[in-house]
């Protein structure tokens, strides 16, 4: 089977490339830089997403059966792409995000209502409102950041299940691993590397649950869906199996560490880590259910919490 990687030089796609080809898969990956920013597996192609006539002639040229899209995240790009290799390949693997969940715009406080109260699965409500990142003001051109003004899974992810080729639709969770570039234990790890103060904790931060998932676990989840035949016209969930609170994540990582410093959780909202949260309704919790992934295609995690959080622990080290 071949496969494609659309943004193979990054954090997800470099983890996708290494668990595809050791199952056997011809893995064909590509970026715009000229040459990969890391070991990749497979062959590096260069190229742009946008440019999706480069891309159906890549389709072509290697006989690709399957696209992996690490990239759909803006409507007008996805649909030229797609309008370029549907009916050309076997399947079409969409990287969506647990962002289209109806939880997530009432925990950014961007609509009202009850939010899904136990876990989260791929039939849960989702948002009522569109382009969430979308601010008051458009972002500068330049900015690296841009394309948030037009980010949004929701629209993609019907576009996805008009194709005529088989597809799949992944909803992620927060993932977390070496290269995370959002470095979502950095409250934690960076305390705990710098100092044996206590790590001071507001109340709502270290009680609330959402999702995680290491890196090459979600990756392992992805590849399981290539060239599946249980996976096509299907969404899955792909998160952690019980995701706990930010309390016990910081022990977790506390214990990984070997950090013996105090954990104390704050009522004052006036502290600087409070400060950064006051914009999220943290008593919404972000619990995503995983199970129909783990009973219909056999996802497990392959790497145990304690060695992903020693393997992000370490990176995070090196990026001080
Ligand atoms: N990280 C999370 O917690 C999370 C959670 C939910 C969903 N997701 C989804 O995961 C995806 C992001 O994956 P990631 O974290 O691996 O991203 P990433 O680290 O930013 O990697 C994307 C790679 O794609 C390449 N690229 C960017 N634009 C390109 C273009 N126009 N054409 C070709 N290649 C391009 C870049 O390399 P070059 O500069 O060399 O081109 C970059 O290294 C998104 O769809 C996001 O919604 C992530």
Redesign the pocket.
């Known amino acids: 089977m071949k496969i494609l990687i659309?943004?193979?030089?990054?954090?997800?796609?470099?983890a996708v490339a290494a668990r595809s080809t050791a199952q056997g898969m011809e893995v064909f990956g590509?970026?715009?830089?000229k040459t990969?920013?890391r070991q990749v597996k497979g062959t590096y192609l260069v190229?742009?997403?946008?440019s999706s006539k480069a891309i159906g002639e890549i389709i072509n040229v290697y006989n690709i059966d399957v696209v992996i899209d690490?990239?759909?995240?803006k409507l007008p790009d996805t649909q030229a792409l797609i309008s370029e290799l549907d009916g050309h390949i076997a399947q079409y693997v969409m990287?969506?995000?647990?962002?289209v969940y109806r939880n997530y715009e009432l925990l950014h406080g961007l609509a009202q209502g009850t939010p899904t109260s136990n876990s989260i699965d791929e039939d849960s409500a989702l948002r009522t409102t569109l382009y969430t990142y979308l601010k008051d003001r458009h972002r500068a051109a330049a900015g690296s950041n841009q394309y948030l003004d037009e980010y949004d899974?929701i629209p993609i992810e019907e576009l996805v299940r008009t194709l005529a080729t088989d597809w799949t639709i992944l909803r992620?969770?927060?993932?977390y691993g070496p290269?995370?570039?959002?470095r979502?234990f950095s409250w934690a790890i960076g305390h705990m590397v710098r100092s044996d103060e206590p790590l001071v904790m507001p109340r709502v931060w270290a009680e609330w649950i959402t999702t995680y998932g290491y890196v090459e676990n979600v990756a392992e989840g992805i590849a399981l869906t290539i060239g599946n035949s249980r996976a096509l016209k299907r969404v899955f969930n792909i998160g952690e199996v019980a995701p706990v609170n930010h309390l016990e994540w910081s022990r977790r990582i506390a214990e990984v560490l070997g950090w013996n410093g105090d954990i104390e959780i704050s009522d004052d909202p006036t502290i600087e880590f409070a400060q950064r949260l006051s914009s999220l309704d943290l008593s919404v919790q972000f619990q995503i259910d995983s199970r129909r992934i783990r009973e219909q295609l056999g996802f497990y995690e392959t790497v145990t919490i304690t060695d992903g959080l020693t393997r992000t622990a370490v990176d995070e080290r090196v990026r001080g």
């Open positions: 659309i943004g193979i030089n990054g954090f997800l796609g470099h590509l970026s715009r830089s990969p920013n190229a742009d997403r946008t690490v990239l759909a995240m990287l969506g995000s647990s962002d899974k992620l969770p927060m993932i290269g995370d570039k959002q979502r």
